[in-house]
């Protein structure tokens, strides 16, 4: 048998240990895990979500960190091959002597970084009708007339623009729409806004199943607007389909500071109750 490593040894695995273990999170395997149960394929599961999953529980058992010096820089760097969709949660934190019969005190502060990447979802507040969607592995925001979602306290300062990229969908069932970004309230200030084309995430797909039948006129002129997909890299082995999908981008006003920031989706010629389109990430841009 081999050495022992992970948190029971206190070693720490190598980088192919890891690579090894995310591949079988993936695949699937049998036998090696000490009982008579498998480990279920995981085929959504992207490699670095993988090796981040595994790192996480081999590193349970691994003395805390080091508190840093109280002067000095940190500096922050994403890890290679991540989805640029985490979070840095930085806590500053001082215990003074206390003085004669007065115990200690401790005076913390938190500062949140998110990642520029945003999940519909994910979203503090989603009204209006807007829900939860799914199209086999990929869940994302179905928009209605009228719905909206919020991110509060965000700092806008330097952000210049914001993308919204649609989900794939495989059925013409959307006749697209528009996003309003606003500060503060559903009708508060108008910062952007950005039209979103059923082209950009569904009818130029259509050709690689079988198209659109019968198509109109309109249809057909619109089809032609935005070039077709490679259709040999979109069903490669582990595509990650939206990455075809076309954003919008919404050009910002300057805005400075922390505000609540409101995503309204509109059409004026959809019925109340329709759906607009499937919006699966937004993404905070200073270029």
Known sequence: ???PWGPLSGKLPSRGVIDTLAKR?????????????NMPA????????????????L????????TLPTRGQFVLKVPGGDNGKGTYIIRAAYT????EDLPSHTTDSVILLRSPKL?????DRIEGGALRDQLDEYVFLTAKPNSFIVYENVDMTDIEKISFRPNWHLYDIYPGGKVEVRLASPDGELI??????REQFNTRYRGAFGGLQNMTPEQQRRSKVYPPINEREFFAPGSDKNSFTIPSVAELKDVN????????????SAAAAESLFPLAEVQMLNH
């Open 257 to 268: 500071g922390r505000h609540d920031i409101y995503f309204v989706f509109k059409n004026d």
């Open 42 to 57: 995981h085929p959504s599961i992207s490699p670095h979500d993988a090796r981040t999953i595994a790192n996480y529980i």
């Open 59 to 66: 590193s349970v058992n691994k003395p805390s960190p080091k």
């Open 25 to 37: 999170i993936i695949r699937g395997s049998h036998g090696v895990w000490g009982t008579d149960n």
């Open 192 to 197: 952007g806004s950005a039209v979103i084309e």
């Open 96 to 99: 003074d002597r206390g003085a």
């Open 119 to 123: 999940s519909p979802l994910a979203a």
């Open 1 to 3: 048998m081999s050495k």
